[in-house]
């Protein structure tokens, strides 16, 4: 059976680049049938943090890569020891103070790499260099081998011995990881002849790069997965953007849905060069998955999010959904949601630059009060009703519809553009919106 594992470090959150890892482990394991392990490698016991664990937990929850089973290393010490001890009873490994030292060999190993193919390491990978990185050498002349570190001095075991050891007794069919853990692996390919453990195979992911091909930072997307959530993200467009980031599911798809995604997936389909990362192709896949929502769904999302920045509005659910399908079309991310809408939990309008100046530099105060008055006699407020009074107003004024249009909206929003003038009419409110008009040329 395919067993694969995902091994995040609560040393940090769980950024972009450990979340693609934790993808495609995931859906190797569900596309194959098999079992998708969670594993947190806590050995670091100064800078592993449980703060960093819950946030791990809870971006893998929200991702949707739910997992089969769950091991902390922190709580498998004993293990390691005893078969620390097991090598050096074997003459293996020997003690150097409180440390357990591997006697490395003088051979060369060699990995067949499922996307990358033979991957070889020489003898000089393991020896020892000094601070210019140059090979040091013995008294005889020939260069000296450091020999790896398998217990460290507090007792705690080494990030490779644990990991070999843990992989070998989880039978862990693929390790699937990002190339740069490649420099890993030979080390750990000897920890696994040491012990007598029959070895994984191996799977070194492209790393994601910046849209420039360097090493992504911050600026340029590297952040952890819950600040793409607090920014409105969706976690169905984090994870498709995620998958194609050195894999396609072939016919330049780009939004494709999980099912779909699983029964195409394959390793060998994983490029060997880096994918760059765009936040730009990121945003646009969330406004699609957003205006493709059902809107109900889509209120519920947006609920918390006006109440955080809005905590004393109070708004019905019909008139909440009314919004969300109004500027579900115009919205990159949800908190699009607020900047669009502000207009409406605000008691004062706030106009965007220069537009108050372009759209209502014009005298037009007979019209809005015309306007207003009409609009505040209208018994039942709604599109059709705001409307037709409208259009009865131009008709009486003389005036093109279009004339009146545009100054009416900045008023009433303080923005140039927005859904239907009507419809905007009505979220606002029939009281508001004859207010707004009757104060705009106050």
């Excluded at 696994?192 to 070895?199: D, I, Q, R, S, V």
């Amino acid at each position: 059976m395919v067993r694969v594992r995902f091994a995040p470090s609560p040393t940090g959150f769980l950024h972009i680049g450990g979340a693609r890892t934790a993808l495609f482990n995931w859906m190797y394991a569900k596309a194959q049938g098999g079992q998708f392990i969670l594993r947190i490698e806590d050995t670091d016991k100064v800078r592993s943090k449980p703060e960093y664990l819950e946030e791990i937990l809870e971006s893998m929850k929200w991702l949707g890569l739910a997992w089969d089973e769950f091991y902390k290393q922190s709580d498998r010490f004993d293990l390691y020891r005893t078969h620390a001890q097991k090598l050096i009873a074997e003459g293996k490994a020997y003690k150097d103070g409180e440390a357990v030292l591997l006697k490395m060999p003088r051979e060369e190993i060699i990995i067949d790499d499922l996307i990358r193919g033979r991957i070889s390491f020489d003898t000089t990978f393991f020896y020892k260099r000094n601070e210019n990185n140059e090979i040091m050498t013995g008294t005889d002349g020939s260069p000296v081998l450091k020999d790896e570190v398998l217990i460290k001095t507090d007792g705690s075991p080494s990030y490779s011995f644990a990991c070999v050891i843990d992989d070998a007794l989880m039978e862990i069919s693929h390790v699937i990881r990002g190339e740069d853990h490649i420099s890993n692996t030979p080390k750990q390919v000897v920890i696994y002849k040491a012990l007598g453990f029959k070895y994984p195979k191996f799977v070194h992911l492209p790393l994601i790069l910046d849209p420039e091909g360097g090493r992504m930072s911050k600026r340029a997307g590297a952040t952890a997965v819950t600040e793409y959530r607090t920014q409105g993200y969706l976690a169905e467009a984090i994870v498709n953007y995620l998958m194609l980031l050195g894999w396609s599911p072939g016919n330049n798809q780009e939004k494709i849905p999980m099912a779909a995604a699983l029964k195409t997936f394959s390793i060998k389909k994983i490029n060997k060069a880096g994918a760059a990362f765009s936040i730009e192709k990121l945003q646009w896949l969330n406004s699609q998955y957003i205006k493709e929502m059902d809107t109900a769904r889509l209120a519920g999302m947006l609920r918390p999010l006006v109440a955080a920045k809005y905590p004393e509005a109070k708004i019905e659910q019909k008139d909440l959904e009314h919004m969300a399908q109004l500027y579900k079309g115009r919205m990159n991310t949800l908190l699009d949601f607020l900047d669009w809408t502000d207009f409406i939990f605000n008691e004062q309008v706030h106009f965007e630059e220069d537009v108050k100046a372009k759209h209502l530099s014009q005298d037009m105060r007979r019209e809005f009060d015309v306007l207003a008055e009409q609009l505040s006699a209208v018994k039942d407020f709604n599109v059709k009703t705001a409307e037709s009074t409208f259009r009865a107003v131009v008709a009486q004024l003389g005036i093109e519809a279009g004339t009146l249009v545009h100054p009416v909206r900045v008023a009433l929003t303080g923005k140039a553009v927005g859904p239907g003038l009507f419809d905007t009419m009505v979220v606002l409110g029939q009281e508001r919106t004859t207010r707004r008009l009757e104060e705009a040329f106050k």
